[in-house]
């Protein structure tokens, strides 16, 4: 069994529930986003029970693969924090 905010699938596993996500408190600050903005988004959707498939990111956003869709509740929780949406996943890379 997988803990919460662990990665969850085999690496060649199809990758769904794509999201871009942008820590709105860091956003601006490139040293902040590239240290630090993957981890924000991970303990975020952690502690909500979502885990990962895959991740990537850089100065500007994060781009995740999770386990299952983004419940409208649990958006809602985070808007005030995350801008997120929807995403094809494309810039996760390859296995």
């Known amino acids: 069994m997988y803990q919460i905010g662990e990665f969850w ?3 060649n596993s199809p990758r769904k529930n794509c ?5 709105q408190t860091i956003a601006r600050d490139i ?8 981890n924000l988004v991970y303990e975020a959707l952690g502690k909500l029970g979502y885990k990962f498939r895959d991740a990537g990111h850089d ?12 419940s409208k509740e649990h958006l ?20």
Not at 33 to 38: A, I, V
Not at 77 to 84: A, Q, T, V
């Open 9 to 11: 699938a085999e690496e």
């Open 19 to 23: 999201y871009k996500v942008i820590p």
């Open 31 to 38: 040293k902040e986003m590239t240290m630090n903005g993957f």
């Open 59 to 70: 100065s500007k956003e994060v781009i995740v693969s999770l386990n299952k869709p983004i």
């Open 76 to 95: 809602k929780h985070l808007e005030d924090s995350f801008f997120i949406e929807a995403n094809d996943g494309t810039q996760l890379g390859f296995c």
